[in-house]
Antibody, heavy 120, light 107 residues
Framework: QVQLQESGPGLLKYSQTLSLTCNVS??????????WSWIRQPPGKGLEWIAD???????YYNPSLKSRVTISVDASKNQFYLKLSSVTAADTAVFYC????????????WGQGTLVTVSS | DIQMTQSPSSLSASVGDRVTITCRAS??????LNWYQQKPGKAPKLLIF???ILQSGVPSRFSGSGSGTDFTLTISSLQPEDFATYYC?????????FGQGTKLEIK
């Protein structure tokens, strides 16, 4: 059974850089059938896709966030990462990591989510 | 970017009811449409992918249909555990995008 677990600071100050880690267990991040993604959800609101990465390092970013986001992977640790720079209160959200089935682009496994709050 | 619009935004229904949620894409997405269920404080759960394929382990009372721009999620007989928020997601083009959600509440 594949499991994903997010980790990172729960509280940031305005203009800081958010760094999150997603640890993948029960399956290899190097499997060619999957990509790995970050998605966020502001409190009480809907879901927003942030970025994807393939195990070989190929990346895709949401244009609305691309200038501030970096996604990366360390296959040797079975982990992938998110950095979001220059955060504001609008970045306060639950951040999820998820696995994507490359054929259909559906997210089949999700982490439990981690709440990140940006304060001034 | 492709916009996804769900209707209704909220819905009240009773156990045993048949319920249909609609999702409309701003352009043709073939059958690259996925449905998720989310309960409070939990991550979304994949229910249906490719418009109509039931994810393993999902009860058969859930079904999906549609292609092109118009899609539906149907729950044939609501169970107490089905009261949640439902999201559609298009995976036809990058950036993938989600509908705004449909909150299904107990009447």
């Amino acid at each position: 059974q594949v499991q994903l677990q997010e980790s990172g600071p729960g509280l940031l100050k305005y203009s800081q850089t958010l760094s999150l880690t997603c640890n993948v267990s029960g399956g290899s991040i190097s499997s060619g059938d999957y990509s790995w993604s970050w998605i966020r959800q502001p409190p009480g609101k809907g879901l927003e896709w942030i970025a994807d990465i393939y195990y070989n390092g190929s990346t895709y970013y949401n244009p609305s966030l691309k200038s501030r986001v970096t996604i990366s992977v360390d296959a040797s640790k079975n982990q992938f990462y998110l950095k979001l720079s220059s955060v504001t209160a609008a970045d306060t959200a639950v951040f999820y990591c998820a696995r994507i089935i490359r054929n259909w682009g559906n997210f089949d496994y999700w982490g439990q989510g981690t709440l990140v709050t940006v304060s001034s | 970017d492709i916009q996804m619009t769900q209707s209704p935004s909220s819905l009240s229904a009773s156990v045993g009811d048949r319920v249909t949620i609609t999702c409309r894409a701003s352009q043709n997405i073939s059958n690259y449409l996925n449905w998720y269920q989310q309960k409070p404080g939990k991550a979304p759960k994949l229910l249906i992918f490719a418009a109509f394929i039931l994810q393993s382990g999902v009860p058969s009372r859930f079904s999906g249909s549609g292609s092109g721009t118009d899609f539906t999620l149907t729950i044939s007989s609501l169970q107490p555990e089905d009261f949640a928020t439902y999201y559609c997601q298009q995976s036809y083009s990058t950036p993938c995008s989600f509908g705004q959600g449909t909150k299904l509440e107990i009447k």
